[in-house]
């Protein structure tokens, strides 16, 4: 196993025991730099045309979808990426529907709760009512009593009343 020696990488064979030889080494730099490789898209490839006359391979290449109906070959990656998008698209629709769902859901709740409040304040209306309406009366019975005795003290007029009452 070879021992790491200035900064080298390991593995490669030993640096020259050679001066001259060993500061070419150092010095030596490549100005080259990364270049992607073209793409090979091998369902495009005109050397490969004859695999797809062959009607065997041809149905079994038509049956996966890399082939189309009149037999050329589809871009894969187009195609997928169109499905990408439409798949986002009807998942947007998706969302939009379950959202207009779900608002048009909660209105109704808030109708419900809305009429059942209006219900529930025109009781207390009728209620509120009614207690004011019995106080009146009572008002007015009271007035009625206190006309027919008015000349009476106030404590000897109850007791008259009562005493007319009971006959």
């Given at each position: ?10 593995g ?34 005109e ?10 391979i041809?149905h079994?290449?038509q ?8 037999g ?23 969302a ?21 409040r ?6 207390r ?37 009562a005493?007319?009452?009971?006959t």
């Open positions: 196993m070879a021992v790491e020696t200035n900064g080298l990488i390991p490669l064979r030993e640096p020259s025991k050679r001066k001259g030889l060993r500061a070419r080494e150092l010095d030596f730099h490549s100005s080259t730099q990364r270049a992607p490789l073209p793409e090979y898209k091998p369902m495009f490839d050397h490969l045309q004859h695999l797809w006359v062959n009607p065997r041809r079994v290449m049956t996966a979808g890399f082939l189309d109906n009149d050329k070959p589809v871009d894969v990656d187009a195609h997928r990426r169109k499905l990408f998008v439409i798949e986002q698209e009807l998942a947007q629709a998706d939009v529907e379950r959202h207009r769902a779900r608002e048009k859901e909660r209105k109704r709740e808030e109708m419900i709760i809305l009429a059942k209006h219900e529930v304040h025109q009781h209306i009728h209620a509120v009512q009614a207690i004011r309406e019995g106080r009146r009366k009572r008002r007015e019975a009271q007035v009625e009593l206190s006309k027919s005795t008015g000349s009476l003290p106030v404590g000897l007029g109850a007791v008259v009343v005493a007319t009452q009971g």
